[in-house]
């Protein structure tokens, strides 16, 4: 195993992150900051309670997770492609490096990203809403499975475009959507058993739902679907990524 | 004990998905420690064959060993071997010199060498940049960094894919005496240039690639001699119309207008050019002035790449 590569490459990304920590850090956590302003103290005061849960509390887990999915995407998905479009791919394709340790430098580094700041998203909350985790283990590890499973799809995604709009593509089209339809701001009971049923085919419910119940121990979904369902998508990514080494496509000709 | 052979190279195949072969049934071996030059027109397979080499290019068909190790089943130690400078400048426009020639050293797998980058970029004299953002870097400046990244890790072998592309001379010049200095420090070169000078300057063997086929590999010095011509030029004090027939048998044509006699001759061959001079005197001709030229790496190459 290049633990050494694998160092390196998550150094530089790490690195990149500090050197724009503006556009990576302050920005997100600012558009959570306005999240909850205006959906958990302007309007959540007016809200009625869901499970008990205050509606401003009731929403913290599901900002955190829109914010970690679409920073995991954007994050590994610009970190993969820009030494593409730069050119400097070349480097790492004649590297000594394995699939797994690109990956794991790429992925691993986007993920801590998304960690820190759903993280400091959830500090951030603290000050605006009531807030308790009755299983943080639970909610540390929903935390970092979410962003390592998303990273590996703005991996895919970063291989995948062929220009600056399409890596913009999945996350504006699909990403968010489905985010905003995964229960973020709501509970998927509160839907008319049709919907309900159209939004069990949403991964992100079970990943909302699982990371609310390490909160307020009440989720969409069981625990055991919510982690069984994440680790399906993992799978899935991960296949696809050996894919995309083995045969070389977009990367090498 | 050191292998003697840097690469070996063997029946390497690379077709693309639209059909062009960029490299057809490729066959060669480069010695450890020397300096080889690789020529050959645009598109004619130099830098695929270089990628294909390092792993960026998958190949349709072929094997090719670095320092003995499979490129492909023994992949990391192959490439741990190799240093490349690819012929874009493709650098990271935000990083410092002294970050991204330690990044590269990192993906080797190399331990965190201060002294051996510091040495690295006093030896290109990019000592002084350091600190300096790459973009804010001129052509020139880049390319050295280029060349720092592809040292970082202290390869046995290094590429270098037109490595005066957008160089002014004299930092082209500089750059050679570099090479060389590397070469005597037992790294292996292979070099592609356009520069035919460049070649003929530095490379001990040369191959000529065209169109995905290599045409020849050779010593540089016996390929010039196989192939090139020496001439000797007598510029005459009087015009004359034709080779007088006092001098019949011997390689002599006339050049412009009759004012030159040109005595041409395989530059392996040992020719007594004594005999010559007497048969000039004898047929009344007297130069005023002599001189020789030879053909050049230039010349042969047009000469070969053209003829196929």
Same mark, same amino acid.
């Given at each position: 195993m290049n633990f050494r590569g694998i160092e390196a490459i998550y150094n530089f990304e790490m690195g990149r992150t500090f050197r724009t920590l503006g556009q990576s850090i302050a920005s997100p956590v600012l558009s959570t900051v306005l999240y909850f302003i205006v959906f958990g103290s302007a309007i959540g005061s007016r809200m009625e309670a869901i499970d008990d849960v205050p509606y401003g509390a009731f929403i913290v887990p599901g900002l955190i997770m829109l914010t970690v999915l679409s920073q995991s995407v954007s994050n590994a998905s610009f970190g993969i492609y820009f030494p593409r479009f730069t050119g400097t791919i070349y480097e790492i394709l004649s590297a000594p490096l394995s699939v797994v340790e690109v990956v794991i430098g790429y992925v691993g580094a986007a993920a801590t990203k998304s960690v820190i700041i759903g993280v400091i998203v959830l500090i951030t909350a603290a000050f605006f809403v009531p807030l308790r985790v009755a299983h943080p283990f639970w909610m540390l590890l929903f935390l970092i499975m979410t962003s390592v499973t998303f990273s590996l799809l703005g991996f895919i995604i970063g291989i995948w475009a062929d220009g600056f709009e399409k890596l913009q593509l999945i996350p504006l089209l699909v990403i968010t959507p489905l985010t905003f339809l995964g229960g973020s701001f709501y509970s998927i009971n509160l839907l008319p058993p049709f919907w309900q049923t159209i939004s069990l085919a949403n991964p992100v419910v079970y990943l909302v739902s699982g990371f609310r119940w390490s909160f307020y121990e009440r989720g969409d979904v069981s625990l055991t679907t919510s982690v069984v369902m994440i680790c399906v998508f993992t799978l899935i990514c991960s296949a696809i990524i050996g894919w995309i080494f083995k045969t070389g496509y977009r990367l090498k000709k | 004990m050191p292998i003697e052979t840097a690469i070996e190279i063997r029946a390497l195949k690379k077709i693309y998905q639209n059909g062009f072969i960029a490299l057809d049934d490729i066959n060669l071996e480069i010695k450890r420690g020397e300096i080889f030059a690789l020529l050959g027109p645009n598109g004619a397979g130099k830098t695929t064959l270089i990628n294909t080499v390092c792993g960026i290019v998958q190949p349709t068909g072929g094997h090719v060993t670095v320092s003995g190790f499979d490129n492909v089943t023994q992949y990391r130690q192959a490439r741990a071997a190799i240093g490349l400078v690819p012929q !874009?400048?493709?650098?990271?426009?935000? !990083?410092?010199v002294w970050n991204t020639v330690t990044f590269s050293r990192g993906l080797f797998g190399k331990p965190r060498s201060p002294s051996y980058i510091t040495d690295t970029l006093k030896r290109l004299t990019l000592w002084d940049k350091r600190d300096e953002e790459i973009r804010n870097l001129s052509g020139g400046m880049k390319r050295r960094v280029m060349i720092a990244k592809a040292l970082s890790h202290e390869p046995e072998i290094l590429f270098l894919d037109e490595p005066s592309a957008g160089v002014d001379v004299e930092l082209r010049k500089s750059m050679w005496a570099q090479v060389r200095a590397l070469r005597d420090t037992g790294v292996t070169i292979i070099l592609t240039t356009h520069y035919i000078e460049e070649a003929q300057e530095m490379a001990d063997r040369v191959g000529i690639i065209n169109k995905g086929k290599l045409i020849l590999t050779e010593d540089k010095q016996t390929l010039m001699q196989k192939m090139g011509k020496r001439q000797i030029i007598f510029v005459l004090r009087d015009h004359i119309n034709s080779i007088p027939q006092?001098?019949?048998?011997?390689p002599l044509t006339l050049e412009d207008e009759g004012s030159k006699i040109i005595f041409t001759c395989d530059a392996t061959l040992d020719n007594d050019i004594s005999e010559t001079l007497d048969r000039l005197k004898e047929s009344g001709i007297r130069p005023k002035d002599i001189y020789s030229r030879e053909s050049s790496l230039e010349e042969i190459f047009v000469g070969l790449v053209g003829a196929v």
């Open positions: - | !874009e400048l493709t650098t990271d426009a935000f !990083e410092s006092t001098l019949a048998g011997l």
